[in-house]
């Protein structure tokens, strides 16, 4: 299954991880601020959703907001009229919700979408497909969840899927709350035939690995993530056919060649 017309982007443009973010700046990650960043950059965006307590849809990486705002408590254990009062590492940026996203951004660059869900599926799915009800512009959804990708297959098989996956064996996973079995079968990627992705988001360091690169080698696109430098782009461009990246500007495929 190849990548669409439409969505030539998710092979040829890099794409900002959580937004282009500086904290020692005061543009922290998944902030409105580092959309818009990304935005006046050019650079697609990824970020990541979850469900408060109370059913809005809020972008956040962490299950638990101590992380990213010293509040001890779980993101699906917290109304939204708490949450929306916190501040991102002690900056004057608060949690969006996908709405406020979508927007700030307003079709001046994409959007990827990760559903952070490892159970039931639905809710947050249709908070997702909700907020994307009325928007015109480019987006596409990520999930290491096969089910979920599965039901936007069904419910909206006009935005593109990605398959997430990974070693799942450093701390770039730690978060993700799976069994071994499941683990085994994501990093071989033996639940494509659930979520029918467009393409694989693939974590860097398995990137060179047999399952990928025989997926690649039949079409499969391959987006991986995450590239922190110039060294890590150069590696990934041997094995991917696009970055996510932070922590640093990418160059051009012509500047890396030139050395």
């Given at each position: ?13 890099p794409?900002a991880?959580?937004g ?6 005061g543009?922290?990650?998944?902030s ?22 109370d ?12 992380r ?21 590492a ?7 919700t996908l ?13 990827m979408?990760?559903i ?6 639905g809710?947050l ?15 596409a ?20 899927r ?10 770039d996973?730690?978060?993700?709350d ?5 683990r085994?079968a ?18 860097l ?6 399952p990928?690169?025989l ?5 499969m ?6 590239v ?5 782009q150069?590696?990934?461009?041997r094995y ?14 012509a ?5």
């Amino acid at each position: 299954m190849r990548i669409r017309d439409n969505a030539a982007w998710l092979i040829t443009r890099p794409i900002a991880h959580r937004g282009l973010h500086d904290v020692s700046r005061g543009t922290p990650e998944n902030s409105l601020a580092a959309f818009e960043s990304a935005a006046v950059q050019g650079y697609p965006i990824e970020l990541d959703v979850q469900l408060s307590k109370d059913g809005q849809v809020v972008v956040l990486h962490d299950p638990n907001l101590a992380r990213m705002t010293g509040m001890d408590a779980v993101v699906g254990d917290t109304n939204f009229d708490v949450i929306s009062k916190l501040r991102l590492a002690e900056s004057d940026q608060h949690i969006p919700t996908l709405t406020e996203v979508l927007e700030v951004v307003n079709g001046r660059v994409p959007i990827m979408i990760e559903i952070k869900s490892t159970g039931s599926v639905g809710a947050l799915e249709q908070g997702v497909l909700a907020a994307l009800s009325e928007y015109r512009h480019e987006a596409a959804i990520v999930s290491f969840n096969p089910m979920s990708l599965r039901y936007f297959r069904k419910n909206a098989p006009q935005l593109p899927r990605g398959q997430i996956s990974g070693l799942f064996i450093k701390a770039d996973l730690g978060d993700i709350d799976l069994n071994l079995g499941v683990r085994f079968a994501l990093q071989y990627m033996l639940l494509n035939g659930l979520s029918h992705p467009h393409f694989i988001s693939y974590q860097l360091d398995g990137v060179s690995t047999f399952p990928v690169v025989l997926r690649r080698k039949v079409g499969m696109p391959i987006v991986t993530w995450p590239v922190k430098s110039t060294e890590d782009q150069r590696r990934a461009e041997r094995y991917a056919d696009n970055i996510i990246f932070e922590d640093f500007t990418p160059r051009s495929p012509a500047d890396l060649s030139a050395g």
